[in-house]
């Protein structure tokens, strides 16, 4: 369960960081080379077929924050 809230804060976090720099979906998407509608699905909590963890190092590149922050409350 604890595994599950952790992936529910990373989802939510994606979400308000790309807001935070005031970054479309289809932008954000195009920085982490993913469509946007895998973007959409992450933000909504749900982890879409084929993805890969690659995208949490992505991601911490784009908000240049630790990995293991993407996984904390902001």
Same mark, same amino acid.
């Given at each position: @369960? =604890? #595994?599950? $809230? +952790?992936?529910?804060?990373?989802?939510? $976090? !994606?979400?308000?960081?790309?807001?935070?720099? /005031?970054? %479309? +979906?289809? =932008? @954000?998407?195009? !920085?982490? &080379?993913?469509?946007?509608? %895998?973007?959409? @699905?992450? =933000?909504?909590?749900?982890?879409?077929? &084929?993805?890969?963890? $690659? !995208?949490?190092?992505?991601?911490?590149? #784009?908000?240049?924050?630790?990995?293991? /922050?993407?996984?904390?409350?902001?």
């Amino acid at each position: @369960m =604890e #595994a599950y $809230n +952790e992936f529910l804060i990373f989802c939510k $976090n !994606i979400r308000t960081l790309r807001g935070r720099r /005031d970054l %479309t +979906e289809r =932008e @954000m998407a195009k !920085i982490l &080379h993913v469509s946007v509608k %895998t973007l959409s @699905m992450l =933000e909504s909590g749900v982890f879409p077929p &084929h993805t890969s963890a $690659n !995208i949490i190092f992505r991601l911490s590149r #784009a908000f240049q924050i630790p990995p293991k /922050d993407l996984f904390s409350l902001l």
